[in-house]
């Protein structure tokens, strides 16, 4: 799911659209689309199953995402942290903040969605 951009759409509520290479790797590229951004993004670490680093430039920001994933149990933790920088960040750092934050708590909550789906089989 996470690692297949072009399937982004299909679960993601804030994407409107994504196409690039699967799997990603270290030097891969993908587009996609969201809340009026239109980003390319280039993967920069992969550690499978561990970490996945990406980053890209949008309308005058420049940012780096981290995925990182942690197996405990029959449970995997994921945690993800996006660093921002450019004239439109340094604008109003607390409102970029606050949308980083809502637009983050939406993809880990489809993506909670979307894996409990898988496990217990249910297409929708």
């Known amino acids: ?3 297949a951009p072009a399937g982004w759409p299909g679960w993601l ?3 409107n659209a994504a196409a690039g290479l699967t799997p990603l790797e270290v030097g891969s590229r993908f ?9 390319i993004s280039t993967v920069t670490e992969v ?3 561990v970490r996945i680093v ?21 449970a995997v933790i994921v945690r993800t ?14 409102a970029t903040q606050a949308a980083l934050d ?7 909550e489809d993506l909670k969605k979307g894996a409990e789906r ?4 249910d297409p929708h």
């Open 118 to 121: 898988r496990i217990i089989g």
């Open 102 to 108: 809502a637009f983050f708590r939406g993809w880990l």
């Open 81 to 94: 942290e996006e660093s921002c920088a450019g004239p439109t960040v340094e604008a109003n750092v607390p």
């Open 54 to 74: 990406w980053e890209g430039p949008a309308e005058g920001i420049l940012a780096v995402h981290t995925w990182a994933l942690t197996v405990m149990d029959a």
């Open 1 to 3: 799911m996470q690692t």
């Open 31 to 39: 587009e996609w689309q969201t809340q009026g951004l239109s980003i």
């Open 13 to 15: 509520r804030d994407i």
């Open 47 to 49: 550690d499978p199953g």
